[in-house]
């Protein structure tokens, strides 16, 4: 089973600043790497596909990079409601897994 | 409108059973590979089972295989998933997924408490 770390744990930042999320996987997945955000009480909704694809709907803001083991995603500019939890995936090979998420916070 | 409505879930005494559903309208269901995936309280995702368009390719977590079952009725647009000897650590809100180069469409979720 491919593994995925997130770093950090927790992101502490104000409106309006960058943030940037790590996910690191055990073994290389190519680019077959997924975001998602989830909000409280909320569905988990994709973000990013394909390591740097925005889906449907995702703000310009929010934008993917990486390939092999290290994947980072971006938000340029904090919203209020990008306050959340995010979650990488790889879908490479099965069992598909997620990290752990990257809550990230308001300052 | 592309949609995926789970039902079936509840409270479940250890050992016991229950058959979740997931209606799913908007879209071509046979085209497309489905999940079902959980989410503990407090905790994180994890993919619990997949079924392809027509149902002859089917795959499982290792900490499901041989208690679950996933299926799916192309001619109903319905996804099934049939959990027998329930655990504690099955407790979690279980969510239908579509998949298309990533989790495209999720279901609302339907809560799933193992408990005595």
């Known amino acids: 089973e491919i593994v995925l770390t997130q770093s950090p744990a927790t992101l502490s930042l104000s409106q309006g600043e960058r943030a940037t999320l790590s996910c690191r996987t055990s073994?290389?997945?190519?680019?077959?790497l997924n975001w998602y955000q989830q909000t409280p009480g909320q569905t988990p909704r994709l973000l990013i596909y394909?390591?740097?694809d925005r889906a449907t709907d995702t703000p310009v803001r929010f934008s993917g990079s990486g390939s092999g083991t290290d994947f980072t995603l971006t938000i340029s500019s904090l919203e209020p409601e990008d306050f959340a939890v995010y979650y990488c995936?790889?879908?490479?090979?099965?069992?598909?897994?997620f990290g752990q998420g990257t809550k990230v916070e308001i300052k | 409108e592309v949609q995926l409505v789970e039902s079936g879930g509840g409270l479940v005494q250890p050992g016991g059973s229950l058959r979740l559903s997931c209606a799913v309208s908007?879209?071509?269901?046979?085209?497309?590979?489905m999940h079902w995936v959980r989410q503990a309280p407090g905790k994180g995702l994890v993919c619990v089972s997949r079924?392809?368009?027509?149902?002859?390719?089917?795959d499982y977590a290792d900490s499901v295989k041989g208690r679950f079952t996933i299926s799916r009725d192309n001619a109903k647009n319905t996804l099934y998933l049939q959990m027998n000897s329930l655990r504690a650590e099955d407790t979690a809100v279980y969510y239908c997924v579509r998949e298309w180069r990533a989790f495209d469409i999720w279901g609302q979720g339907t809560m799933v408490s193992v408990s005595s």
């Open positions: 073994q290389s997945i190519s680019r077959y």
């Open positions: 908007g879209f071509t269901f046979s085209s497309y590979w």
């Open positions: 079924i392809n368009g027509d149902g002859s390719n089917i």
């Open positions: 394909g390591a740097s």
């Open positions: 995936q790889q879908r490479f090979i099965w069992p598909y897994t």
